[in-house]
């Protein structure tokens, strides 16, 4: 079993930046691959983002894809999402989450491919 926390969140103005991060323990970090889902108000949870288990690839959904950034350092268990040109559409509350695929090179594309998440961080952004 894996415990993921995760921090970083607050209200920010819209063209701004905030780094996620997401503390993980109770097994080995780099045996798995992570991913950044979101869930806005009356929205279903949507993937935001994935890394491989060794950081090698990444893939985004298109609405963050320029903009956010997601990496890993195994060493410090660790996973980060680095958001830039914050819009007022990417209000939610993000969750950090485990990779269920057995693959290690695949970085995930849907929240389908996810299971584990935390208990999420809230991201504010205001107009």
């Known amino acids: 079993q894996v415990q993921l926390v995760e921090s970083g969140g607050r209200l920010v103005q819209a063209g701004g930046s905030l780094r996620l991060s997401c503390a993980a323990s109770?097994?080995?970090?780099?045996?798995?691959?992570m991913g950044w889902l979101r869930q806005a108000p009356g929205k279903e949870r949507e993937f935001v983002g994935g890394?491989?288990?060794?950081?090698?690839?990444?893939n985004y959904a298109d609405s963050v894809k320029g903009r956010f950034t997601i990496s890993r350092d195994n060493a410090k268990n660790t996973l980060y999402l680095q958001m830039n040109s914050l819009k007022p559409e990417d209000t939610a509350i993000y969750y950090c989450?485990?990779?269920?695929?057995?693959?290690?090179?695949?970085?995930?594309?849907?929240?389908?491919?996810?299971?584990?998440w935390g208990q999420g961080t809230q991201v504010t952004v205001s107009s």
């Open positions: 890394i491989s288990r060794r950081g090698g690839y990444t």
């Open positions: 109770g097994r080995t970090f780099s045996s798995y691959g």
């Open positions: 989450a485990v990779n269920i695929r057995d693959n290690n090179y695949y970085a995930g594309r849907s929240e389908a491919d996810f299971g584990s």
